[in-house]
């Protein structure tokens, strides 16, 4: 018994002292390959940093190749906006000139987009290259649309130009020989009434009780106030010329019309008075195009001579009378 006990003993001492340099031999071999490895990242980054590699000329080369396109964008643009402002120019003093229409204003078109709206660019190392070619894209898309707005209401207005002929509000709403103490400016002033500084939406036409208001444009009759207040504009007439035309005659002693009416240019349509909030008889009127007040003294025929004039009254005064018959 004790023999084969102590034959039995060496064999499995054999079995232990084989299988120990085994994963010995495989743990060296790991660590061989570790340190390889991370020898061979450390001379990598070495010679990446003192170097360059295939990898970097290339991204370099893309990268210049990248902003050499941004520059040529940007010149693009500038040559777009360029024949933009030449259109532009072109529309505000040759074509509207030729309908005799107001230059076309929508408001906050040229206001630029605020800057949390390129934030996601600043990260990047060409962030001002790349910002401001979007702003410069974004501006031009909006002076596209501001000009793309405006030619197609010259379509329409080529469309419709005998009707716009008569429409724009292009005559004196009153009897000029009948004016009275010049013409209250249009534009900031000292209130008369209010001694505080306001802005005058319209001209002031004094003249006498009664005098005739006429209409400056064929247009549709949008609304009448009645109220004879002592405060605002009184008795008044807002007409409709279509085209992105309205006009407003205030302060009236009489209204001649009713909403909805059709009238023509020259037709008689109130009396001035001294309803409202006024020192004073006279008439105040207003042109509003596309929304926005502007000066009726620029729709005035202001070359027709004296003698044309009240030839041109005579006709009227005719024409009212044959109306009211």
């Not at 001649?256 to 309803?275: A, F, T, Y």
Request: aromatic content about 10%; hydrophobic content about 35%.
């Amino acid at each position: 018994m004790k023999e084969k006990e102590i034959g039995f003993a060496p064999q499995q001492f054999t079995h232990e002292v084989v299988v120990a340099p085994f994963r010995l031999r495989t743990y060296r071999f790991i660590r061989r390959i570790l340190v390889g490895f991370i020898c061979i990242s450390i001379v990598n980054g070495l010679f990446s940093y003192f170097f360059y590699t295939p990898k970097m000329y290339r991204i370099n080369r893309e990268n210049s190749e990248l902003v050499l396109k941004y520059h040529l964008l940007q010149d693009k643009i500038r040559t777009l906006q360029r024949r933009t402002e030449e259109i532009r120019h072109r529309d505000n003093h040759v074509y509207r000139a030729l309908f005799a229409t107001d230059t076309l204003a929508i408001e906050g078109i040229r206001t630029p987009y605020p800057d949390s709206k390129y934030a996601s660019l600043e990260s990047d190392v060409h962030a001002s290259l790349m910002a401001g070619t979007w702003k410069s894209m974004d501006a031009l898309a909006r002076q596209l649309y501001e000009e793309s707005v405006s030619l197609d209401e010259l379509q329409t207005l080529s469309k419709n130009k005998e009707r716009l002929s008569t429409a724009i509000p292009a005559f004196w709403p009153i009897d000029r020989s009948l004016l009275r103490n010049g013409i209250g400016s249009f534009g900031w002033r000292i209130h008369p009434l209010y001694h505080s500084r306001k802005f005058h939406k319209g001209i002031d036409l004094a003249g006498n009780v009664g005098d005739p208001i006429y209409a400056t444009g064929d247009a549709t009759v949008e609304s009448i106030d009645t109220r004879n207040s002592t405060r605002g504009y009184g008795r008044q007439i807002l007409l409709n010329h279509e085209f992105g035309y309205k006009t407003r005659y205030a302060h009236l002693n009489r209204i001649l019309v009713k909403p909805g009416d059709k009238v023509v240019r020259g037709q008689l349509i109130g009396e001035l008075g001294r309803s409202g909030g006024v020192t004073g008889p006279h008439l105040h009127y207003e042109v509003i195009h596309q929304g926005t007040v502007v000066n009726p003294i620029n729709y005035f025929n202001k070359n027709m001579s004296p003698e044309e004039y009240e030839h041109l009254m005579s006709e009227l005064r005719e024409l009212n009378l044959e109306k009211d018959e």
